[in-house]
């Protein structure tokens, strides 16, 4: 490996790693010419692949066009398109689109848009957004408040005003004699409960990812749960507000994850797939009952400077075009069949691999001590990290996190560009199959013979 020389930047740690070459298609290249194969897309995020040229090329035009026009002083063809292109894939009434920079942006413009809409309809006394325990939304504050995950939360904790937590439905933890629909009916009605604890003239909204993001490691929960959530937010007149930053974009099989279950939000954020790694892009979109009483009345009292810019438009133009035009849609719930097998597959090899979760090409798997009780692993062990570098030693990528509420507990999510082929998730498989049995051979794990 070449010699690291210092460095200005710090981000989460003093860990570094190799100095990235190039990219293309789920493949990256170090300096030294190592090739690693994106099997987690980053952070959940290069759904479209590396090096896409048409994107390339559509940013190349816009570049020799404008880069930047604020948004006070102009609009921009990028942007107008976009916003009419996202609209049309969402469900009936959202069709009002505000463009971000990111997931947290996105997230951060949802609750301040529902909390506009309560104080210009005269429901000012709604404040409370109900979200859920283990949760990430974001890195702002108003997105920590938002967040179940106590790592990243504590610290700031005298900072923010948390906001109430009902139990994520870890449906696949649970020890009862209910069915699975029985189990989601519960843990919906823990919305119910809770908003009545609160006080429901003060409850705004109840905020969920439909599939799990790194919190929960591709969490979803019973049928049954879906559909009752939204009949709870319409009994008490909150408003649902549907995190799809990871869910979006394609990633399950559907452009929104909710389509799976006809789930219709008052309001979805999009990012990291969105644009797919191309340019910084999120967006929230939101019903048009919401937006016009704001305007109505006075102005959205929210922004950013990069708010709809023009050159990152137009790499989520060109990122939808790819992901429409070539039915990566479809090739994720395709080829998230095959992935979801083959996982399940390694449940036979390796007893310390309890679960496999998931829809379309947002899967994971989760590590425990004992998979009759769904002990985890001791935390000491830290086999979250391990895993995640030993697979980085053999040029697979994959991304980790503690899975019950940040502080113990295993899972990975195994989540590939969505333009993988069968037999790139071969090579997905082999190499993470070769880093489970050292892992094993390691923390003196069980493992069975290929």
């Not at 009902?166 to 919305?191: F, N, Q, V």
């Amino acid at each position: 490996m070449s010699e690291k020389t210092s460095s200005n930047l710090f981000y989460q740690s003093r860990q570094r790693r190799p100095m990235l070459k190039e990219a293309r298609g789920v493949y990256l290249w170090d300096v030294d010419g190592k090739r690693y194969l994106d099997g987690s897309s980053g952070a959940m995020v290069s759904n479209i692949g590396h090096g896409n040229e048409r994107v390339l090329e559509a940013m190349r035009a816009q570049m020799d066009r404008a880069t930047f026009g604020y948004r006070l002083h102009f609009e921009n063809e990028p942007a107008e398109t976009l916003a009419a292109r996202v609209a049309a894939l969402m469900p009936d009434g959202l069709d009002r689109v505000f463009f971000v920079s990111g997931g947290s942006e996105a997230v951060e413009s949802a609750i301040k848009l529902a909390r506009q809409h309560s104080v210009a309809t005269g429901q000012g006394t709604r404040y409370k957004v109900i979200a859920r325990h283990p949760s990430y939304h974001g890195g702002t504050l108003g997105a920590l408040a938002l967040t179940g995950y106590a790592p990243l939360t504590a610290p700031f904790a005298p900072m923010m005003q948390e906001m109430p937590k009902i139990p994520a439905p870890t449906t696949y933890l649970d020890r009862d004699d209910l069915s699975e629909a029985e189990r989601g009916l519960r843990y919906a009605e823990m919305l119910a409960e809770e908003i009545r604890r609160q006080g429901p003239d003060t409850v705004l909204a109840f905020i969920m990812e439909p599939v799990g993001g790194a919190a929960t490691g591709a969490l979803v929960a019973p049928d049954s749960y879906y559909a009752r959530i939204r009949e709870i937010c319409d009994e008490y007149d909150i408003l649902l507000i549907l995190d799809e930053v990871m869910s979006g974009a394609g990633r399950t099989g559907r452009f929104l994850a909710a389509e799976h279950w006809g789930l219709r939000p008052d309001i979805v954020t999009l990012s990291k797939g969105f644009a797919a790694g191309y340019a910084p892009l999120g967006a929230m979109v939101a019903d048009n009952r919401l937006v016009d009483p704001v305007l109505d009345a006075g102005g959205f009292v929210h922004g950013f400077t990069y708010a709809g810019n023009p050159l990152a438009c137009a790499a989520g133009l060109a990122v939808l075009d790819e992901i429409v035009e070539q039915d990566l849609t479809g090739n994720a719930e395709r080829m998230g069949a095959v992935l979801r097998a083959r996982l399940e597959e390694l449940m036979v090899r390796y007893d310390f691999i309890g679960d496999v979760r998931g829809k379309g090409l947002l899967l994971a798997f989760e590590l425990v001590a004992d998979r009759d009780t769904m002990r985890p692993l001791p935390a000491r062990m830290n086999a979250h990290l391990r895993l995640v570098e030993l697979a980085y030693e053999r040029g697979l990528i994959i991304y980790s996190r503690r899975t019950r509420g940040g502080l113990d507990g295993d899972h990975f999510m195994v989540c590939p560009p969505l333009i993988v082929s069968e037999a790139q998730i071969g090579e997905i498989l082999a190499v993470l199959d070769d880093s489970l049995a050292a892992l094993a051979g390691e923390l003196g794990l069980a493992s069975r013979a290929a």
